[in-house]
């Protein structure tokens, strides 16, 4: 009886160990690291909403860029400056004041500031424009801890600053097979990462996109416990304290 109850112990015990290989985030190996920003940040999409503002030394020049809200009884109000939004349409343009439809989507952020600078000193000497995507968020879902959908304030973030904001993959995420995916032309994409590995530094979603979503899926512990129910889980307490109590007696 004895034997039994170390062999359930011992069976349970194996079932919930993970190796350090399964856990432990890039592991030495050879890889070169070569993941730039640069190469990978994200473009901008049709449906994106952007804030663009454009200035100037000269205030009052750079107000006919600005949409409606930059006056106040036909006076500029440089502290109550309206910030407009701009939708890029189905074809990947925005309609802005005076310069008319531009295309911005496939640009980047970057991209699409240094456009609009060079349209715009058609009229004013050396703007300034900043832009923002409004509606840049990534979704996790899965084994982390806080899952959900979380706003971006800008285009600069990774896979770990994403996972980071969820709290990490818990014990039971899989961390050998994170799935990313990605609309991209209009069609889904999906990507496999290893976060063991430090290839994953160079993979082409570790900077991530707007509206990327992260899948962390449970391992086999996780799957199987969710199997049992919660008379289960009574059963084999109650079937556990039996096995102690007849060793006990049996000893």
Do not use: H, W
């Amino acid at each position: 009886m004895r034997i039994f109850l170390f062999i359930i112990v011992g069976l349970s015990l194996f079932s919930s160990c993970a190796s350090r290989k399964d856990l432990v985030y890039f592991q030495p190996d050879s890889t070169a690291l070569n993941s730039s920003f640069n190469i990978n940040a994200p473009t901008l999409k049709p449906g994106d909403i952007l804030t663009i503002s454009v200035s100037a030394d000269d205030e009052k020049a750079a107000l006919p860029f600005n949409q409606i809200g930059a006056y106040q009884n036909g006076v500029f109000q440089n502290t109550s400056l309206f910030v407009p939004t701009y939708t890029i349409d189905a074809n990947g343009d925005i309609n802005f004041p005076k310069l008319g439809n531009i295309k911005l989507a496939g640009l980047t952020r970057v991209g699409a500031i240094n456009l609009l600078k060079s349209k715009i000193s058609q009229y004013i000497i050396d703007p300034g424009v900043n832009i923002n995507i409004q509606n840049f968020r990534i979704t996790v879902l899965g084994e982390v801890v806080r899952p959900g959908a979380f706003p971006v304030q800008n285009d600069r973030i990774t896979i770990l600053e994403a996972l980071g904001m969820a709290g990490d993959l818990t014990i039971n995420g899989v961390r050998k097979n994170v799935l990313v995916i990605r609309e991209e032309d209009g069609v889904k994409k999906e990507y496999r990462v290893d976060l063991t590995k430090r290839d994953a530094l160079n993979s082409p979603v570790y900077y991530l996109a707007q509206n990327d979503v992260i899948y962390v899926e449970p391992n086999g512990a996780r799957v199987q416990s969710s199997k049992y129910t919660q008379n289960t889980s009574v059963f084999v307490s109650i079937a556990s304290l039996i096995i102690t109590i007849v060793a006990v007696i049996v000893r």
